[in-house]
């Protein structure tokens, strides 16, 4: 069991064969406080791996299982982002919020070139996919 939003029906499988939960597993070992975004690194901890991740895992995910990348205003000029394929919605990072329940219903799509503006961003998004494709590669 799970308890990242849309875990539930999180079930469609990527090229590798690999759902969104199989990824979360895998991420769970990646995540750390050098793939954090910077304003929150200080707040970063192993207890709370999904702290600081969520663009940089949504696009990833946007890239192994297509579909959109739409993000929930935080009400602070920030968004937080999740991924929605057809009728699969989930986010990955939503337990960084502890029992702070987003609205999901209140989202727009979410631009990489955007989020990827930030060199910092990108840098970071690089530095996880590499990780993440390294160790899909292992499992292979």
């Known amino acids: 069991m799970y308890a990242f939003y849309g875990w539930e029906t999180a079930t469609i499988r990527d090229a590798h064969g690999l759902t969104p939960c199989d990824y ?3 991420l769970l070992g990646l995540w750390s406080a050098e ?6 690194r200080k707040d970063w901890s ?4 999904t702290l600081g ?5 949504a696009f990833l995910m946007q890239d192994l299982f297509g579909g959109e990348v739409l993000g929930v205003p935080l009400g602070d000029g920030n968004y937080h982002c999740y991924n929605v394929v057809g009728d ?12 702070r329940v987003l609205d999901y219903g209140s989202s727009t799509e979410q631009s990489r070139a955007v989020h990827f503006a930030k060199d910092e961003k990108r840098e970071r998004y690089e530095h ?4 993440l494709l390294d160790r899909i590669r292992l499992q292979d």
């Open 53 to 57: 991740q969520c663009s940089i895992t």
């Open 24 to 26: 979360y597993d895998i």
């Open 35 to 40: 793939t954090c975004a910077p304003r929150m």
């Open 46 to 49: 192993p207890q709370n791996p």
């Open 88 to 99: 699969c919605v989930f986010d990955l990072t939503s337990e960084q919020f502890g029992e």
């Open 128 to 131: 996880l996919r590499a990780q």
